[in-house]
């Protein structure tokens, strides 16, 4: 849909994928977007993908989940440090790393972490400066 689009590990059991907006478009307009466009997405690949929420109707597919987009839901914020075992930190990816076999949810965690630092630039270093308007990603939903 044109729109600038942003991943990231959750230290936990998925990815999640950030679309930087301008504030232009208020809160059920993106809920809307975001649930538009998982559905769509599974419906053109409905082998891979579901938007279904119970497991046991994924079927191996990978679960779009979009319930983050909810009033009194959080996400979380990058590089934070989970409560989970081995410690494992929320972290900013290029997507080409998806291709990656290592990578995974909880690929970066507090004994590897400053390495990653170390090693590359944050992905994400720009993603205020990507702020952008849903309007024209709307509009080709719409078409």
Known sequence: LGLASFVMTTGSSGLHVVVPLDRSADFDTVRDFAERVAEQ????????????????KRQGRLYLDIRRNAYAQ????????RAKPGAPIATPLDWDELGDAKIGPQRFHLGNIF????????????????????TSAIRQLDD
């Not at 599974?42 to 497991?55: L, M, Q, V």
């Not at 959080?74 to 440090?81: E, F, K, N, R, V």
């Not at 390495?115 to 993603?127: E, G, H, T, V, Y």
């Open 41 to 56: 997405l599974a419906g053109e690949h409905p082998d891979d993908f579901t938007t279904a929420h119970r497991k046991d």
């Open 115 to 134: 390495r990653r630092l170390a090693q590359r630039n944050c992905p994400w270093a720009d993603i205020d400066r990507q702020a952008q308007s849903l």
């Open 74 to 81: 959080t996400g979380i914020a990058p590089y934070s440090l």
